[in-house]
């Protein structure tokens, strides 16, 4: 008997242990994702025909991730079929997406994409967007892109897995300068 207990509470204070275990996991630092000056400049770049044409337009993200941060390095602007309130992008045109970045040793790690309007991820988004693995990020950018590089008014989300996105606070999404001194 007194070993069935001391099983019972072996196993509950395991059980416990276990509980608490996975609550420092959720509790760890939230990914982080650093764009370069620079790379803001080229998304800037290579959005800035929504504006003049008034048509949503989007860029990949590559670089390279980890458990805790996403680093982009450079972008890539791929063959779309863009609307006033929509983009597409094919299969064919995300298989050459996949294969740049891979070729350059980089994955890709988020897109950026324009509204005509408010900046947010519609269902639509959700559904369109081809690469989806937990910690893609995809960021919205209102307004056809008017006031990039500035991302203010931008919405960012990250993958949380199967095809579902979720919006993460402004600050997990940093600009790093490209030039460091002491
Ligand atoms: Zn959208």
Do not use: W
Not at 57 to 73: P, R
């Amino acid at each position: 008997m007194k070993s069935l207990l001391q099983k019972i509470f072996g196993r509950s204070r395991a059980a416990a242990e276990a509980s608490q275990a996975s609550e420092v996991v959720i509790a760890t630092r939230p990914r982080q994702f650093l764009l370069t000056e620079a790379v803001l400049r080229a998304i800037a770049d290579g959005l800035s025909d929504s504006r003049v044409m008034e048509e949503e337009k989007i860029v990949f993200l590559f670089g390279t991730v980890t458990e805790e941060v996403n680093l982009v390095a450079a972008l890539f602007k791929p063959r779309a079929q863009t609307t006033y309130g929509s983009f597409h992008v094919s299969k064919l045109a995300m298989a050459e997406v996949v294969r740049t970045a891979s070729r350059l040793g980089m994955e890709v790690v988020g897109q950026v994409h324009t509204h005509p309007g408010e900046a947010y991820h519609s269902g639509g988004d959700d559904d369109g967007t081809h690469i989806a693995y937990p910690g893609f990020l995809s960021v919205v950018v209102p307004n056809f892109g008017c006031d990039l590089p500035s991302l203010k008014g931008a919405a960012f989300y990250v993958c949380t897995g199967r095809g579902a996105f979720e919006r993460i606070p402004d600050d997990q999404v940093l600009t790093i300068s490209t030039y460091l001194e002491p």
